[in-house]
Structure formats: C-alpha cells, structure tokens
C-alpha cells in the first residue's frame, strides 16, 4: 500500500491525511477481496523499515490503526473475516498489542476471507526467525541440519498457515517488493500499479486480477499448450 504521502502532496494535504485516506483503501479493498472471493488477502501495513520516519507521523500511523481496529472490528468479524497479524508486533505499545491478539481472538474461528496484517513486517527478519526456530531444534537434537527443506523453514514462516503467495500488488509505480513476503513471492506474479493508494478501489483490483489472468505461470517448466 504504497503512495499515501505523495497523494496528500497532490492534493495541497498533509502526509496525515493520505494515511487517512490510505484506511478507506483498506476497507474498500477488504471488501472487494471478500467480494470477489479472495481466498487470503495480506496488507503491508507497517515495515521493520518504517520506524525511520519523523515521530509525528509514527504517531499518527499508530492512532489510525488503533482507531482502524476499534472502529472495524466487529463488521469484519460479521463478515466472517478471520485477521491475523503477522511481523514482530508493537515492541512498546500495548495497547496496539492488545488491539491484536482480541482481532485474532474474536475472529480465530471464521471461515471466510483471511486478512494478514503484516506489522512490524520485514521478509528478512521472517527468514531470520524462521532459520533461529530450526537451529534451535538442531542444537537441542531434535533434528537434523540435512533434514531442513524449503517445506520445512516455510513451515517456520509467519505465513505457515496461509495458502502459497499468488499475486503481489504494489501501488504508487514503485517496482520493488521492499522486503514483502520475499520467500512467498518466489514464484508469484507481481503487478505493479500506477495508482496512489488513497485512490485504489474494486476496479484497480479488478484489473489487477485480470492481467494476473494474463500471466502464464510456469513454475520454471515448460507451457503445458506446447508441450
Ligand atoms: C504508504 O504510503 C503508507 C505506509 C507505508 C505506512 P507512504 O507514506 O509510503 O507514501 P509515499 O511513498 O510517501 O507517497
Ligand atoms: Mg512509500
């Protein structure tokens, strides 16, 4: 969900108020997502990264997101959306924690669309954590270091329970994955929209899908029309 602050500068705005913006995104392509039968859906909100920014609009990023989960929460879980946090979480702020675990608590039992909030996200350090777990294992001798295989560290992975990574989005015209589900994204299609985050609705997701349609997915093999 890229461009928020570049939207409010084309727009005379603060950086605030694209991040405000940037929610009604967020709730508009939930929606479509559960709409359009979606199966998970994972929403790069906040990066290991992003604590490089002024205070100021940490600040303000971390009281939209309060007040997102305060004010959301309840129609997400009539919806029948199952929300899980993924990332290393708040390292200080309480109540963004709490606000987590009671999204996941209420809706842990849900069966319609999965929506991953990647928070304090950064695929580096997922790996990282991923590959402590197993070294851990090795070290205590439950296992063996010829036995790790990619099956088993992606098991370790924060996304362990999700199904494999189909299509990454970027908004803003940035062509990058900024360390986004970089293990996941091995074989996913990537599009790459011009669209500024704030303006992102059902019909760019639409035509995300539909050029994703267009792809021809290989997995290193050969075209099964030619074979
Ligand atoms: C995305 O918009 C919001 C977050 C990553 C939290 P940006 O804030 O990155 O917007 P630009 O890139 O400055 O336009
Ligand atoms: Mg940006």
């Given at each position: 969900m890229d461009?928020?602050?570049?939207?409010?500068?084309?727009h005379g705005l603060p950086r605030f108020e694209g991040h405000r913006r940037g929610v009604e995104a967020v709730r508009r392509t939930v929606r479509a997502a559960a709409e359009l039968g979606i199966e998970a859906l994972t929403l790069y909100s906040f990066s290991s990264e992003n604590w490089t920014r002024p205070a100021a609009e940490i600040g303000e990023l971390m009281s939209l997101l309060k007040r997102?989960?305060?004010?959301?929460?309840r129609k997400l879980h009539a919806d029948n959306v199952r929300v899980r946090i993924i990332g290393e979480g708040h390292p200080t702020d309480d109540e963004v924690e709490s606000l987590f675990r009671e999204a996941e608590t209420l809706t842990r039992a849900?069966?319609?669309?999965?929506?991953?909030?990647?928070?304090?996200?950064?695929?580096?350090?997922?790996?990282?954590?991923?590959?402590?777990?197993?070294?851990?294992?090795?070290?205590?001798?439950?296992?063996?270091?010829?036995?790790?295989?990619?099956?088993?560290?992606?098991?370790?992975?924060?996304?362990?329970?999700?199904?494999?990574?189909?299509?990454?989005?970027?908004?803003?015209?940035?062509?990058?994955?900024?360390?986004?589900?970089?293990?996941?994204?091995?074989?996913?299609?990537?599009?790459?929209?011009?669209?500024l985050w704030p303006d992102f609705d059902r019909s760019w997701f639409e035509s995300a899908l539909t050029e994703y349609g267009r792809r021809e997915r290989r997995f290193g093999g050969v075209?099964?029309?030619?074979?």
């Open positions: 461009g928020n602050g570049r939207w409010a500068t084309a997102f989960v305060r004010s959301d929460l849900n069966t319609g669309l999965v929506l991953s909030v990647a928070f304090n996200y950064g695929a580096r350090n997922e790996i990282a954590r991923a590959a402590q777990q197993l070294a851990r294992d090795v070290a205590e001798g439950r296992l063996s270091p010829e036995a790790i295989t990619p099956d088993l560290l992606a098991a370790r992975l924060d996304t362990a329970d999700l199904p494999s990574l189909d299509l990454v989005i970027r908004t803003s015209g940035e062509q990058r994955l900024s360390n986004f589900l970089l293990w996941q994204a091995a074989y996913a299609e990537l599009v790459f929209l011009p669209v075209d099964n029309r030619r074979r």
